[in-house]
């Protein structure tokens, strides 16, 4: 597998989840098991197995993170352009419809997440939008039909 490209927000934010997954939460699991063991016979009991199931998503999940920061590299942004739609941009845009007001911050895979509006660059907006300036319009295939976004800023 290749490299990842994160922000240092992204790095940053998933060096703190990875800290919180090896520490507290797996403090937390070990107390679930050495609880669900006390019961008395394992093979009944559903409070280990549901123990033994967190326990196995963590570590799972600080797999992947780990793997993730081994493969990261942090985005140069003084080396980016500044007026594109680029990988780190925060991109303002009016819905040409609705006149509705969006702003997407264009990033990688590992680091989006919709909640914040941070969408990955790969995803149906995100390609869209991508390389684009400020004034372009930009249609975009979405699984409910068509979109046309004028974007009408773009930071950093």
Same mark, same amino acid.
């Given at each position: 597998?290749?490299?990842?490209?994160?922000?240092?927000?992204? !790095?940053?934010?998933?060096?703190?989840?990875?800290?919180?997954?090896?520490? /507290?939460?797996? !403090?937390?699991?070990?107390?679930?098991?050495?609880?669900? !063991? *006390?019961?008395?016979?394992? %093979?009944?009991?559903?409070?280990?197995? *549901? /123990?033994?199931? /967190?326990? *196995?998503?963590?570590?799972?999940? #600080?797999?992947?993170?780990? +793997?993730?920061?081994?493969? &990261?590299?942090?985005? $140069?942004?003084?080396?980016? /352009?500044? +007026?594109?739609?680029?990988?780190?941009?925060?991109?303002?845009?009016?819905?040409?419809?609705?006149?509705?007001?969006?702003?997407?911050?264009?990033?990688?895979?590992?680091?989006? $997440? =919709? %909640?914040?509006?941070?969408?990955? =660059?790969? %995803?149906?907006?995100?390609? *869209?939008?991508?390389?684009?300036?400020?004034? $372009?319009?930009?249609? #975009?295939?979405?699984? &409910?039909?068509?979109?046309?976004?004028?974007?009408?800023?773009? %930071? !950093?």
């Amino acid at each position: 597998m290749g490299y990842v490209t994160l922000t240092r927000e992204g !790095r940053d934010k998933l060096v703190s989840e990875l800290e919180l997954l090896k520490g /507290a939460k797996r !403090r937390e699991v070990a107390k679930a098991l050495s609880e669900a !063991r *006390a019961h008395g016979d394992l %093979s009944e009991n559903a409070e280990y197995d *549901a /123990a033994k199931e /967190a326990q *196995a998503h963590n570590e799972k999940k #600080i797999s992947e993170i780990e +793997d993730i920061l081994i493969r &990261a590299r942090i985005m $140069d942004e003084s080396v980016i /352009a500044s +007026d594109e739609a680029l990988l780190g941009a925060k991109v303002k845009v009016m819905d040409k419809e609705t006149l509705e007001e969006f702003v997407y911050m264009l990033v990688s895979e590992e680091e989006s $997440d =919709f %909640s914040e509006n941070k969408i990955s =660059f790969t %995803s149906p907006v995100g390609k *869209a939008l991508l390389g684009h300036k400020v004034g $372009d319009v930009v249609e #975009i295939s979405v699984p &409910a039909g068509t979109i046309n976004y004028e974007i009408t800023k773009i %930071s !950093r």
